[in-house]
């Protein structure tokens, strides 16, 4: 009996679950696993699970899938929206939703396998079926190589994995080279010393501190890169105090920094540190700031000519037109760590899930960037249908062209 594709997703997509805590979800991969015959490894990384499908000599073509979800609460409306709470690393209980778009992939990936299970007489080799925990952490990928992913399964000649975006549904889009930025995560302690907030003059206030720090690492950007360069330096996070007439002795803030490359990185790091550091020097401080890099991640960088070959079997499976280049994404992943670590090619793609007509009259107004919600949003609400069929079809197709 195939899977009900539709429910699998409105059931994953009203469970969410975040990094690191997928109990629930690997559940439902082994349960539909189980039911395809396959044999499951579970416990990859924490949650991670993994499967192959092994159908004679052949190559041996690794597809990924992520399915760790969001501290982001829901507000598309739909009737199988996400009512979820978890609890977040630091302890404190958040909303959870699928606001990036793992479900989808993990639906895809299924329904993926299952087709290529009841084609066997059509292709020959090994498929490795990983499902990722924590990508949201850029943790998930090195958890399980650490567990012996890679040393469990037959190793890859390939890696070829997707990523649901907001392009209109029926679209790919890939291109050879750079898919995705590098990043690092930074948590930055800046120390001042507390006291009454009648009595400033007798304080080093770590708030003004840090705000003067947010305002300035604005010009790391917009006045020291050049132009026609790519980084991007963003402050999601501030916390300091907790009562309005007490100076806190601390501030916390949490950066998140894009790159092209590794040289980027290093110029980009260097300049943030230097106004981190300026900054609170020139606040007095009699503490250096503390500069903790909580995540750091590669580019995702996509093999020149398995890119070339596989655009030319989408072309020919979905119709000239269907692949797009979308160029670089300012966002980044860690499913480049499978590929780098095995030292062999990746190809990794984005397929849309919007309204093909909703997205043209945004375009038509010059309103995208208002109307139509990205990846972390919390409208953002793929389309099912043809969103599902498009995943489940393009990993089918691109593992066959792998395939012998």
């Known amino acids: ?56 000599e052949g190559p041996v073509v690794w597809l990924r899938a992520d399915m760790d979800a969001l501290p982001v609460a829901e507000q598309t409306g739909l009737a199988y929206a996400s009512t979820a709470r978890g609890t977040d690393p630091a302890g404190t209980d958040v909303p959870v939703m699928h606001a990036c778009g793992h479900d989808m992939h993990v639906t895809a990936l299924l ?20 499902f990722q925990p924590a990508e949201e952490y850029g943790a998930g990928s090195r958890a399980m190589i650490a567990d012996g992913v890679l040393d469990a399964f037959p190793r890859p000649d390939i890696v070829l994995g997707q990523h649901l975006t907001p392009l209109p549904a029926g679209t790919i889009g890939v291109r050879p080279g750079t898919q995705m930025a590098a990043s690092d995560g930074l948590t930055v302690t800046l120390h001042g010393r507390g006291g009454h907030g009648s009595r400033p003059h007798a304080t080093i206030d770590p708030i003004v501190m840090a705000a003067a ?22 402050v999601g996070s501030i916390h300091a105090g907790l009562k309005n007439n007490i100076i806190p002795a601390e501030a ?68 000239d037109g269907t692949v797009i280049d979308p160029g670089m994404f300012t966002g980044s992943e860690d499913v480049s760590w499978f590929a780098r670590e095995a030292d062999v090619p990746l ?30 949003s919390p409208f953002f609400a793929p389309i099912l249908h043809p969103t599902i069929e498009r995943g489940v079809d393009a990993l089918v197709v691109a593992a066959k062209e792998f395939l012998a």
Not at 114 to 121: F, I, N, S, V, Y
Not at 214 to 233: F, I, K, W, Y
Not at 349 to 373: C, K, S
């Open 347 to 376: 190809v990794f793609w984005f397929w849309g899930g919007l309204d093909p007509q909703q997205y043209a009259d945004a375009v038509a107004r010059g309103t995208v960037n208002e109307d139509i919600p990205t990846n972390h």
């Open 111 to 130: 329904g993926a396998l299952e087709k290529l299970q009841a084609t066997r007489d059509a292709w020959s080799g090994t498929v490795v079926a990983v």
């Open 213 to 234: 720090t947010v305002m300035r690492l604005q010009t790391v950007v917009s006045r020291e890169v050049d132009p026609r360069e790519m980084a991007v330096v963003t």
């Open 252 to 319: 916390t803030l949490e950066l998140s920094l894009r790159y092209p490359d590794e040289p980027a990185r290093a110029d980009i790091l260097a300049r943030v540190e230097r106004v981190i550091r300026a900054e609170a020097a020139a606040s007095g401080a009699e503490q250096p700031p503390t500069i903790r890099v909580d995540h750091s991640l590669p580019p995702t960088i996509n093999d020149a000519a398995a890119t070339a070959r596989l655009t030319a079997a989408f072309d020919r499976a979905f119709g």
């Open 1 to 56: 009996m195939s899977i009900d594709l539709e429910a699998l997703y409105i059931d994953l997509h009203r469970h969410p679950e975040l990094s690191f805590q997928e109990t629930r979800t690997a559940g439902v991969i082994t349960r539909e696993l189980g039911a395809l015959g396959l044999e499951v490894v579970e416990g990859l990384g924490k949650t991670g699970v993994a499967t192959s499908i092994v159908n004679g």
